[in-house]
């Protein structure tokens, strides 16, 4: 959701955590934030036509994934509209290298797709994707979350969280590194932090994190996009 906060971008990280102590960053689906989204697609998924979740939810809303038949706004989840902007936002990328592999052939061959389809459908991609951008960046600037004020105050707040917990778990990560010398005269090195009470704080973010993102993604499917 997004894009308010750190910075607008059109890619979305996210937080697995299989245990407080592994935490990485990578794409999940309807994973949304202040900084960005994206949606986790199987290979067999790629090409330039809707992914099957995007599918799924055009067979629930409509033909028409953002108008509805009097020409007004299609009535969605704000959970449904993620999972339709990251798929366009993958369709728009793969009509891209489709149309680069396209721009210039051997002498005498023929394009394998005709540049000038692609790019007429690459541009309805993209007016799809300005759409759902404008609408989800209106709801989550308008929609009241409960402690945080907007949704992208909630969304600001919980990717601060990843930053920070970041920074402790690298911290606590180097801190605990062993040194090897093997001779007297290498250079000794000593710890400046207690790396037991900044693991624990790493752990206590991270938590933090879980609970607020696990909130969000409820609320995701309870709120009606604007």
């Given amino acids: 959701m997004k894009d308010e906060g750190l910075e607008t971008q059109a890619w979305v990280s996210t937080l697995s955590f299989l245990h407080p102590s592994s935490f990485i960053l990578h794409p999940l689906i309807l994973r ?62 793969q009509l891209k290298s489709r149309l680069l592999a396209n721009a210039k052939v051997q002498e005498g061959d023929q394009a394998a797709e005709e540049p000038k389809a692609l790019t007429a459908e690459l541009e309805g991609v993209a007016a799809q994707l300005a759409d759902l951008i404008k609408r989800i960046n209106k709801t989550n600037s308008t929609i009241t979350f409960a402690g945080f004020g907007t949704i992208s105050d909630a969304l600001t707040d919980r990717d601060v969280l990843a930053l920070r917990r970041a920074v402790y778990a690298d911290l606590a990560l180097t801190g605990a590194l062993t040194q090897d010398r093997y001779t007297r005269s290498e250079v000794k090195y000593v710890r400046t932090i207690d790396v037991v009470d900044i693991q624990k704080r790493a752990d206590e973010l991270a938590k933090n994190y879980r609970e607020l993102d696990a909130r969000i993604q409820e609320f995701n499917w309870q709120t009606e996009l604007i």
């Avoid at 969605?76 to 369709?91: H, N, P, T, Y």
């Fill in 32 to 93: 949304d934030s202040a900084i960005g989204s994206t949606s986790d697609f199987d290979s067999e998924d790629e090409g330039s036509t809707p992914s099957p979740a995007a599918k799924n939810i055009n067979s629930q809303i409509g033909t028409s994934i953002l108008k509805g038949r009097n020409g007004g706004n299609k009535k969605m989840k704000l959970a449904e509209a993620l999972i339709l902007r990251a798929d366009c936002q993958k369709r728009f990328a």
